[in-house]
């Protein structure tokens, strides 16, 4: 019986004009009903009925998805979206519609998963990269239905810096998720397409990044025993916030690289499956469900800016989605000017990975290398443009997300923004911009010095030095010029002793803050007109 079902089928598969393949593609839909099936009521209404296709083969309701039976090699045929968008949450829950599952009896029983749900098993790494290919939209459409109820629909808002930078700009919020990063998206979808035994012997990740945040409390939702590796010198906040996630965190070595060996270790002994950030399609079609929602919120956009730098996969993933669904909107990526790992990688042909970065702690995942050669396809396919900014100018944007949308951002969430503040893009003025704000994983003793160094980079904290006679009240009349111009005093020292001017002389060091740097120009010219031999240190 086995023998003749798959003689039908490859009969009916041979017969097939290009009209009708094509037709039979776009009909096609996995939610509705089995394509095997479909086919083999084609095949002769009067030889096979339909109440005969059981005996053919089994079909029985799937609830965790589709799994479906093909020739080897053959293209799937692909999602349609539209349909896809009719086919609701709550329909499934009520069981209005149903999912088939078709399944070949022979000596050896075997079910094959669609390719992009499939991830091999292996014990020392994810291996995700034997599934790797160029992301199709429909891939992307699948991912957003399956992670819907996993990860929250962030809001795309009109900002206050439009005005200040003369565009339209909306702020895709993506720091709103629950673990602070965009990197949940993939990582939900990555957990989820697991094979169930693998999801009951757990997961393994090693390293202190919003992925293995994402990675963390996602596992422990799924209640996949997930284990997480660190250096020593990992920020005891990420420690404690990856524990109460609900992962079992390990610190081991001095370094990233200490840590890593032990958790391959920890996975080859154990079973467990090492999972790091890699462009797989599946990571890549999670990252992707984020250009679908800016293009649903935002209408007639003309551009979209996304972090770049070495993990490009959110600006990959999402160039897939934006491109298809409009080629005319604008896809650019930045990156830091410190590193241009991405920019090299494009000029080379191939990731470049001897790039190093000597502040990982303060841009983070922008800071890695590239890691692979899928995303970097995609990006230089896709990507219409690719800048590199300045450290003063992503923190200078951290500084005007802070004050204008009341956003705690890091330097991964801010190097969007940081290319309209350093004015890189100025074919976009008067049109309509996005820009995915990723990231709001900034540690408290760097968020002072950053905020501290940006408004010194801003002309709105400056420092002065003068010479004063040591007498009674010459100090008060520098106070009252400095009133007179209404700054506010931050700071002020005296120093008698290691001075090079004249007896009976004090120096006298102010740290003031200013409104912006016209206001400090103004205090300027004011201090030197009374004090001609005040030097300003300069930032």
């Not at 009951?200 to 422990?220: P, Q």
């Not at 100025?426 to 049109?431: D, F, I, S, V």
Request: hydrophobic fraction near 35%; charge should be neutral; charged fraction near 25%.
């Amino acid at each position: 019986m086995n023998f003749a079902a798959q003689f039908l089928y490859s009969r009916v598969l041979k017969n097939r004009t290009p009209r009708d393949r094509s037709r039979e593609d776009e009909e096609y839909d996995p939610f509705w009903q089995s394509y095997a099936e479909e086919l083999l009521l084609k095949k002769d209404d009067n030889k096979i009925k339909k109440q005969d296709v059981p005996a053919l083969c089994d079909l029985h309701c799937c609830k965790d998805g589709l799994i479906r039976n093909g020739l080897i090699g053959q293209k799937p045929p692909s999602i349609n979206p539209e349909r896809l968008k009719d086919f609701g949450e709550e329909d499934y829950l009520n069981g209005d519609v149903k999912t088939w599952e078709m399944k070949i009896v022979s000596r050896n029983e075997e079910l094959l998963r669609d390719g992009l749900s499939h991830v091999p098993q292996s014990s020392s790494r994810t291996s995700l990269s034997s599934c790797n290919k160029l992301i199709r939209f429909e891939d992307i459409s699948a991912a957003a239905f399956k992670i819907q109820c996993s990860v929250q629909k962030t809001p795309c808002m009109y900002s206050r810096l439009s005005k200040q930078y003369g565009m339209d700009i909306y702020l895709k919020k993506e720091f709103l998720q629950y673990t602070g990063s965009v990197k949940e998206r993939g990582v939900i979808y990555l957990l989820t397409s697991l094979p169930q035994d693998q999801q009951r012997k757990g997961v393994i990740v090693a390293s202190d990044s919003n992925f293995s945040m994402a990675v963390a409390y996602h596992a422990s939702e799924l209640r996949i025993p997930v284990f997480v590796i660190m250096s020593t010198s990992t920020s005891p906040a990420r420690v404690k916030m990856c524990r109460e996630y609900g992962a079992m965190v390990i610190s081991y070595g001095t370094t990233a690289k200490d840590s890593q060996t032990h958790a391959r270790r920890l996975a080859q002994e154990n079973g467990y499956l090492y999972l790091e950030e890699e462009d797989s399609a599946v990571y890549l079609s999670g990252l992707g469900t984020v250009g679908l929602e800016v293009y649903e919120q935002v209408p007639k956009l003309d551009a979209v800016i996304f972090p770049a730098g070495g993990h490009c996969g959110l600006l990959a993933g999402s160039a897939a989605a934006l491109k298809h669904l409009n080629p005319h909107i604008s896809v650019i990526g930045v990156e830091s000017e410190s590193f241009p790992v991405l920019q090299q990688s494009l000029k080379a042909g191939h990731p470049i990975e001897d790039q190093a970065c000597s502040n990982h702690h303060f841009y983070g995942d922008v800071s890695g290398l590239c890691f692979g050669s899928n995303s970097l396809q995609l990006t230089g396919k896709l990507v219409d443009k690719v800048v590199a900014v300045r450290e003063e100018d992503i923190l200078i944007s951290m500084l005007r997300l802070l004050e204008y949308e009341r956003a705690t951002v890091d330097a991964e969430g801010a190097i969007g923004l940081a290319a309209l503040v350093a004015g890189k893009l100025p074919e976009l003025k008067g049109k309509r911009v996005a820009v995915v704000v990723c990231s709001g994983n900034l540690e408290l003793h760097l968020l002072q010095q950053c905020i501290a160094r940006a408004l010194t980079l801003d002309n709105r904290v400056c420092r002065f030095s003068l010479v004063v006679s040591d007498c009674p009240g010459d100090i008060s009349k520098l106070l009252e010029v400095l009133a007179r111009e209404e700054v506010r005093v931050l700071d002020i020292k005296q120093e008698r002793t290691f001075v090079t001017s004249e007896l009976f002389t004090v120096e006298v060091t102010c740290t003031v803050e200013t409104r912006d740097k016209i206001h400090t120009a103004q205090l300027r010219n004011a201090l030197l007109e009374r004090y001609p031999t005040a030097v300003w240190t300069e930032r």
